[in-house]
Structure formats: C-alpha cells, structure tokens
C-alpha cells in the first residue's frame, strides 16, 4: 500500500547527473548477499541476485537495528510506512517528506515511532510530540520532485516517551572519508522495505559519494517504498554512526540520493541539548 506523501521519490537527471550515476554504478562491486530465504516467492531475479532492492534480514534485536524502526502517519487511510532511527531516547530521524500528507504537514499525534519491529510487533514505540522539518524543505507533489529537495529532506521526531533502545550517533563525513567507508566495505542501509514490511532489512558493502557541490550524497544501495528515511550508516572508529538520510532515487539508473548529516547534525545537537536540559 502506498501514500503519495510516503512515497519513495523518483527524480530525473540531467545528463551531467546521468553520467554521474553511470560512472557511480560501474565503480560499485556488491558482495552476495544470502537474503533470499526470507522473501515469499521470490523472482527469478532476486534468486539469481539481479534485485537491487532486496538485502538481508537483520536481527532486530542487535544493535543497530534495535533503533531503526517504522514510521507510521495514523491519519492515511491508504497505508504505507516510512523508516526512521532514534538518535536520542525521544528523538528519531527521518526523511521530512514522510511527515507530509501532499503539500500540508501533517499533526505530531497522528505520527507513531515503532523500534525494532519484529515479524510486526515492536520492542518499543512512542507517538510523537512535536515535528521538527528542515527550514529549507519546500513539501511537493511526488511526480514533481527535485534533487534541491532531496538535499534537505530531512526530519526530526521528537517522542512523548523514551524508548530504551541504543540511539545511533549522527555523524558529517567529508567527501574522502566516504570514499574511504566505500572501500572499506562499511556504508551500509537497515530499513522497513515494501517487501519485507514487518522487520528490518539491511544491506553492507554500499557505496556512497557527493555531488560536485557536496550538497547531496549519491549512495547504491536498498531503494524501494518504505525505504524512505532509512538512515545511510558507516563505520567510523569502530563505531555505526549515521551519515545520510535516503530520500529519492533515479529509477533508470536505481542511483539513490541521501540528505548528508552535515545538513542535520547540528539540528540533532540542539534538540539533544533542549531536552538534557529540560529534565535538570
């Protein structure tokens, strides 16, 4: 089931950005993944390893997964999900177009937070008390969606309660520090997608980049409905930290575009500091 405000959003490319994306695709060298087990009749395709969207079941129970979770808008009748991750005990990152119903933002009571969903039942979820939307998200028809958009959709939950789970750590790479994650093997994606609703898909060995302006990440990775507002996460120092939000992707080519954390890093300290303070 779909919603036009949850959607995973397509956008073109000029051919500047298609060679881009090309050459992105021809760099990336995937490694197997054994995830078929857990899909229902699956096609031939995904049998075969062809199915860009599918990746492995994770454990929801195992950190990070633990903190990812699904984000659901009670007040749509059609259905459809987005991902989100707690990156404090009450507050969870998404992307800002899955807390929009069209062009109107959508009311905090009706947005649900469910971590760690496992076979449908969470290890713990919060409805939401505030919505915190980048100030430079212009909320639009899906069929009219722009990469200046994709740049800064990103969204910040803040939750009634506090859940238990482990936040994830935000964190800015640079453009070198992102090709080093890529060759390293650690850029990686865990989110509730279209064909595994009710527990947590991931995907290792992804790659990820920037645009020329170092405004947008460009990552190869899980892209499907539901997928949006999956954290795009990388090892540093050991350590799982996010590093993008999926936004939308170019269905020709399946290159998929991220908000950087340096669009929302310092958003998530504030908030973090605002509710420390709070509770003194």
């Not at 409905?225 to 050991?238: N, Q």
């Amino acid at each position: 089931m779909r919603s036009a405000g949850r959607e995973v959003q397509r956008v073109a490319l000029s051919e500047a950005q298609r060679r881009q994306a090309e050459q992105a695709i021809a760099a990336w060298r995937p490694k197997p993944e054994a995830a078929d087990s857990g899909i229902a009749n699956p096609r031939p395709e995904q049998l075969l390893g062809l199915d860009r969207h599918i990746g492995e079941v994770v454990d929801p129970t195992a950190w990070p997964a633990s903190s990812i979770g699904v984000v659901t808008v009670a007040q749509y009748s059609t259905g459809g999900s987005c991902t989100g991750t707690l990156v404090a005990p009450r507050l969870v990152l998404t992307a800002a177009h899955c807390v929009f119903n069209g062009v109107a933002q959508v009311s905090p009571g009706n947005v649900h937070f469910l971590a760690g969903m496992n076979k449908g039942t969470p290890a713990a979820s919060s409805i939401a008390d505030k919505l915190i939307v980048a100030p430079d998200f212009a909320p639009i028809q899906h069929d009219k969606w722009s990469l200046d958009r994709s740049r800064v959709d990103w969204a910040l939950i803040v939750l009634k309660d506090a859940l238990p789970s482990r936040p994830v750590a935000v964190t800015a790479l640079t453009r070198e520090q992102l090709a080093a994650a890529t060759a390293a093997g650690t850029i990686s994606e865990i989110g509730y997608g279209q064909e595994r609703r009710y527990s947590p898909t991931g995907q290792r060995n992804c790659s990820a980049g920037m645009t020329e302006d170092a405004r947008l990440l460009t990552v190869h990775c899980l892209a499907n409905f539901g997928y949006s507002g999956s954290p795009i996460l990388a090892e540093i120092g050991g350590e799982t930290v996010v590093v993008g939000i999926f936004s939308a992707f170019h269905e020709e080519t399946r290159l998929m575009f991220a908000a950087p954390a340096s669009g929302f890093e310092a958003a998530v300290r504030r908030e973090i500091a605002a509710q420390s303070a709070s509770v003194r």
